[in-house]
C-alpha cells in the first residue's frame, strides 16, 4: 500500500508558476520502483494526462497543451515527484492528482495506476 499526497496549489495569476509536490510514502512502497503521473480534472470535464516520468526517470512524457511550460521530475531520495508548471493559463485551472505506476514507462493512461494522492486545487486568474 502507497499514501500520495500533494500540495502546492492554489491561486496565481496567468502568466505566473507554481510548483506542485507529490510526496509518496508506504512501509511496502519502493518509490523508486515506480513510474509518476500528473493528472487534472477541471470542473465539468473528464480527468485528462498532464505529464508523467518513467520509473527510471530516464524519459518524460507531457500533454501537448503543458509542452514546453510545464516540467515534471522526481526525487527518489525523498520519494518525491514535482510539476513545475510556467507560463500558466485560466485554463490550467484544475484539482491536479499524482499516480503512481509500479516499473511503468510513463503512460498517459490512467488506468495503469494503481496508486492516486487525493488532489490539490490550481486556480489560475486571468
Known amino acids: 500500500q502507497a499514501q500520495l499526497v500533494e500540495s502546492g496549489g492554489g491561486l496565481v495569476q496567468a502568466g505566473g508558476s507554481l510548483r506542485l509536490s507529490c510526496a509518496a510514502s508506504?512501509?511496502?512502497?519502493?518509490?523508486?520502483?515506480?513510474?509518476l503521473g500528473w493528472f487534472r480534472q477541471a470542473p465539468g470535464k473528464e480527468r485528462e494526462f498532464v505529464a508523467a516520468?518513467?520509473?527510471?526517470?530516464?524519459?518524460?512524457y507531457y500533454a501537448d497543451s503543458v509542452k514546453g511550460r510545464f516540467t515534471i521530475s522526481r526525487d527518489n531520495a525523498k520519494n518525491t515527484v514535482y510539476l513545475q508548471m510556467n507560463s500558466l493559463k485560466p485554463e490550467d485551472t484544475a484539482v491536479y492528482y499524482c499516480a503512481a505506476d509500479f516499473r511503468g514507462g510513463g503512460t498517459a493512461r490512467g488506468t495503469s495506476y494503481e496508486y492516486w494522492g487525493q488532489g490539490t486545487q490550481v486556480t489560475v486568474s486571468s
Open positions: 508506504g512501509r511496502t512502497f519502493t518509490f523508486s520502483n515506480y513510474a
Open positions: 516520468i518513467s520509473w527510471s526517470g530516464g524519459s518524460s
